[in-house]
């Protein structure tokens, strides 16, 4: 289905009124419905906190990686968890309740798109028959509301076997005449693990009877014209009993309206700590990704303070909140270096977290006990690494620095791309070594994971044949390329064995020159960046700018090299935001844009360092959680004026292509003087 764009800028025009509730803020930018048409992001409008547990949101038929579809029109029902652009069939989808006036045989129903609409922390639609759904939610309770336009019987309809993956255990069990108990078990992505989810529902008015038929529980009620019937649907990964627990003490007799005014002020909280001046389509982009960089990991921690552990047994958080559902392939590449800048103390426990699991048993990619729908987990320790470099606090190294070393000699290292990721690990475990005082372990590690230059000159030196094949001598969703320039934390050696930094240029301008480079995907995303290290940052300022502001041409999808390639902006604001296959991976690609268009990136994560560019903002404002504000400002700004001439931070000549993690904290000024031409002396030093 092509995306009927008038019908689109109708459906905002209908959500922009329902912010007239709230105060004008940069919340009115962000919009929920960039990125959930096909496959062109695989995120969704559901209903949620930040970090929140609860995502409860419509799975459309048919449904997205997520659950949604925007091109969709017909409705399965609304499902309460699941994790944003993570490929796949997508993970979570459980609990999925559709209400009902009429007995329906068929799976869906109708929904009168023109209705829907959606903020962060609500999202409504009218359904066939004039049903009208409205959500929201708190981190552990979905809430429901449906107004029956008619007095007479009704039901909700309850798939307790809904799951967007593979469904190994359901049950249900109606524990009184408003409140159902049960739990559910399925596949995390890919159909690798397994997690638990415990739900408990309650209804704020009476069933008349149950019924279980065609694989759904039936709850009917009588209803009066226009009344309006609530569900609260409270998810818990330790247990039913705990479930009811967290209900009562998370909501307090809230209604559904403050429950809503408080998620959107959780919201506003965050998306009003980074300022941006410049063009509107830009803010609305800016604040749409920035919303997405703040989804997971989610808080999984009880009201009582505990959590289950990934080894299936429940332990006490001790004063901290617990985090679960870990996407770090890809998103260690960058979200985690934005927390550190804009969440440091929340980062703490994100922290405190990622230790705790590799002391329940961390595994590989995905445990058989998870307590949440769960993605991966790879290269925790570089993410442990770039925080702590970064200043956050309570990462205790020491307590898990047997895990670390364990998980690393078991990385794979059979192909091209895993012998340079093991060797990216092994790098990381030898900067931990060394906080840690253990010389002798940090040059073994070093020595392994500077082996790589053997294989590297073997595989990525010369390029052969085969060197724009997906998939090609083994490689996961890449070219040789693509993933040649997959060692940031070697820079120098691989521009030393190409033959000096011209060279180095070279090809990296080939590289692109040639459409080489595929953004739809993460292995390469750091590589615009790379043009820092070769004494042509005016470089990465033209290609920065590029996939930011125009149009360009895209070969790739995740896995094959398409036919026919894609002309045009690879970040559009509209619901196939994304070129197609290009899935989110769970903020990953957010944050790229939102870092990218600051004009800060991280390139060697593991060291506290941003790369810089030109932003495409004409002020950046980041309000720091120190009290601090860092402002960047871009002078002479505009379509073709994006190169840096000269810069000063605090009053003071600036003269690099990039800048200390410390000195954004520090807060301070940062000024750019653009032309249309670059300066290529600029940044050299």
Avoid at 8 to 14: D, G, Q, R, S, T
Avoid at 138 to 160: L, M
Wanted: charged residues 25%; negative net charge; contains cysteine.
């Amino acid at each position: 289905m092509i995306i009927d764009q008038a019908k689109y800028v109708y459906i905002l025009f209908l959500t922009f009124l329902s912010y007239n509730l709230f105060s004008q803020s940069n919340m009115d930018y962000v919009d929920l419905f960039v990125c959930t048409a096909d496959d062109h992001g695989q995120l969704d409008p559901s209903a949620t906190v930040p970090f929140g547990m609860v995502k409860l949101g419509p799975d459309t038929e048919p449904r997205g990686h997520s659950g949604y579809n925007y091109n969709a029109d017909k409705l399965l029902g609304f499902s309460h968890n699941r994790v944003g652009g993570v490929g796949c069939k997508g993970v979570g989808g459980n609990i999925r309740i559709l209400p009902l006036v009429s007995e329906k045989t068929e799976a869906s129903v109708a929904m009168n798109k023109q209705t829907e609409a959606a903020q962060p922390g609500y999202y409504t639609v009218t359904l066939e028959e004039e049903i009208k759904a409205e959500l929201t939610a708190t981190n552990h309770t979905g809430i429901h509301r449906y107004t029956f336009p008619k007095s007479k019987e009704a039901c909700i309809r309850i798939d307790y076997k809904s799951a967007f993956g593979e469904l190994f255990e359901a049950e249900y069990n109606t524990i009184s005449n408003n409140t159902i108990n049960g739990y559910a078990s399925a596949s995390s992505v890919c159909t690798t693990g397994r997690y638990f989810v415990y739900y408990h529902i309650e209804s704020n008015k009476d069933f008349v009877r149950y019924e279980e038929k065609d694989g759904y529980l039936f709850a009917y009620f009588q209803t009066e014209k226009s009344e309006q019937v609530e569900l609260q649907v409270t998810l818990s990964p330790i247990s039913t009993e705990q479930a009811a627990a967290d209900v009562q003490a998370t909501l307090s007799n809230k209604s559904f309206d403050e429950v809503r005014d408080e998620a959107y002020s959780k919201w506003e909280d965050l998306m009003n700590r980074i300022e941006v001046e410049g063009k509107e389509e830009y803010k609305r982009l800016f604040y749409t990704h920035l919303y997405h960089c703040y989804l997971n990991p989610v808080n999984s921690t009880s009201s009582s303070g505990t959590y289950k552990g990934t080894d299936n047994k429940v332990y006490e958080a001790n004063g901290y909140t617990h985090y679960d559902s870990w996407s770090i392939w890809d998103n260690f590449r960058n979200k985690f270096s934005l927390y550190a800048l804009t969440i440091p103390e929340q980062s703490s426990d994100f922290g405190r977290s990622l230790v705790d699991l590799y002391k329940s048993g961390k595994s590989k990619w995905l445990g058989f006990y998870e307590p949440v729908p769960t993605i991966r987990a790879e290269f925790s320790s570089l993410v442990l690494l770039d925080m702590h470099k970064r200043g956050v606090k309570g990462i205790d190294f020491e307590s898990i620095y047997n895990e670390l070393c364990h998980e690393a000699a078991y990385t794979p290292s059979g192909v091209p791309d895993k012998i340079l990721e093991s060797a990216y690990t092994f790098w990381g475990l030898a900067q931990i070594a060394d906080i840690l005082d253990k010389p002798e372990d940090y040059e073994v590690f070093m020595s392994k994971a500077m082996s790589y230059k053997k294989k590297w000159r073997r595989n990525f030196l010369k390029i052969g044949d085969d060197a724009d094949v997906m998939h090609a001598r083994g490689i996961y969703e890449g070219t040789i390329w693509q993933y040649r320039w997959h060692v940031q934390f070697d820079v120098d050696g691989i521009i030393e064995m190409i033959g000096g930094k011209e060279k180095y240029i070279e090809q990296l301008t080939y590289f692109f020159d040639n459409h080489l480079y595929n953004h739809g995907n993460q292995p390469d995303i750091h590589v615009p960046f790379m043009f820092n290290f070769g004494d042509a940052p005016w470089l990465t300022q033209k290609w920065v700018n590029m996939i930011l502001t125009k149009d360009m041409v895209q070969h790739y999808g995740t896995h094959k090299k398409w036919k026919e390639p894609y002309y045009g902006r690879v970040y559009k604001a509209t619901p196939d935001g994304y070129i197609k296959e290009m899935d989110d991976d769970e903020g990953t690609m957010s944050s790229w844009y939102v870092l990218s268009s600051m004009g800060i990136h991280p390139v060697l994560v593991g060291e506290p360092v941003f790369q810089v560019s030109t932003p495409i903002f004409d002020k950046v404002t980041i309000h720091l959680e120190n009290g601090k504000d860092f402002v960047i400002e871009a002078r002479n700004l505009s379509d073709e004026s994006f190169y840096i001439q000269s810069a000063t931070l605090n009053g003071e000549d600036f003269n690099q292509s990039y800048i200390d993690h410390a000195d954004l904290m520090n807060g301070g000024k940062l000024i750019y003087e653009l032309s249309d031409q670059p300066n290529k002396n600029w940044g050299v030093k």
